[in-house]
């Protein structure tokens, strides 16, 4: 049953990936009074990418076509060992914890990284550059993060936080909680491209992703792509079940509770699209040499979980 789990598991964050970075332009579109894409655009699009030729740079190593696959397989991975429609571990859970999985994103993105100078373009050394000036500030944030919950629920396995801020009140409603949980929601922001920078535009100014992507094509062009919409949806999925509202995830293999909160989970990462809408269509966008004041801010509320935790011994 637990690798059934897994299986359905995977699918359910694989297909309904591009689908929520579909709704939230649709929405952007709408709050903007146009028209927009439908909200299946993206799968025409992989599924038009995937028919297409691959063009390999003539600089470019044999590394520049593994990179996609690489990646995607990692971001695979992710979905088979995190706490997305069950707060119990599923046949691969017990493979990493927390931290182990805050590393598998970071090997993703550095091999990410090492592909786009690997293809000697110009555009995609800048998105490199840009890519690691702003890692090297959100990395440790997300590290204090998850140092802090490991803290708080002396572990740090992610189904363990979630059934310890589903059973404790005190835990959940506490100030160390709250300032790691917005300290996360910040460097959410930032990783999924919403504000304050337009990341995941084609504008020269802000474009950090698609500069990196830019000499990829056809089916590895479709995988980078379809990688990031899991990457986006698992990093939600996270900040949700964990984080933020962690209540109703099953903690028990009952499969009429878990297909009944896959309903609940896309309904709580609807709301959080909802707030992703507000916040890109209501905020100016910040230059990007500004980007590394609002990191900056997320640093402080890590930083102000830890100090509240050691100064008050966990009781605010």
């Known amino acids: 049953m637990l690798f059934f ?18 709704i939230i332009r649709k929405l952007e579109e709408i709050v903007e009074s146009k028209k927009g894409p439908s909200i299946f655009q993206e799968y025409y699009d992989l599924r038009k990418l ?12 044999p590394f520049f076509i593994a990179a996609p696959y690489l990646t995607f397989s990692l971001y695979l991975l992710l979905t088979l060992v995190l706490p997305i429609i069950t707060a119990f571990p599923l046949t691969f859970g017990p493979v990493v914890d927390f ?13 990410k990284k090492i592909a786009a100078i690997d293809t000697r373009n110009n555009y995609a050394h800048l998105g490199t550059s840009r890519a690691s000036a702003i890692g090297a500030v959100s990395e440790p944030i997300i590290l204090i993060i998850f140092i802090m919950f490991g803290v708080i629920t002396n572990t740090n396995n992610p189904y363990v936080i979630n059934n310890v801020l589903q059973t404790s009140t005190n835990w959940y409603l506490s ?16 990783e999924t491209g919403k504000l304050p920078i337009e990341s995941h535009s084609l504008g020269e100014l802000g474009m950090i992703d698609q500069a990196m992507e830019m000499e990829y094509s ?9 990688g990031g919409y899991m990457k986006h949806f698992l990093l939600m999925n996270v900040f949700m079940n964990v984080y933020a509202f962690p209540y109703y995830v099953p903690m028990q293999p009952n499969l009429n509770s878990i297909f009944a909160y896959m ?12 707030l992703f809408v507000i916040i890109q269509e209501t905020f100016s966008k910040y230059k990007l040499f500004k980007n590394f004041d609002f990191v900056a801010v997320a640093l402080v509320l890590a930083f102000l979980a830890a100090l509240v ?6 009781n605010v």
Not at 309 to 314: I, N, Q, R, S, V
């Open 99 to 111: 931290v182990g999985g805050g590393l598998i994103f970071g090997a993703a993105a550095t091999i």
């Open 309 to 314: 935790f050691y100064t008050t011994g966990g």
């Open 218 to 226: 056809g089916k590895e062009l479709a995988l980078y792509k379809w």
């Open 175 to 190: 100030l160390i909680h709250w300032f790691a949980t917005f300290a996360f929601f910040m460097v959410l922001i930032v």
């Open 263 to 274: 309903i609940i989970n896309y309904l709580k990462i609807l709301l959080l699209v909802v």
């Open 5 to 22: 789990l897994s299986v359905l598991q995977l699918l359910y964050i694989a297909l309904l990936a591009p689908l929520t970075i579909g």
């Open 50 to 61: 995937f028919r297409k030729e691959t063009l390999i740079p003539q600089a470019a190593s």
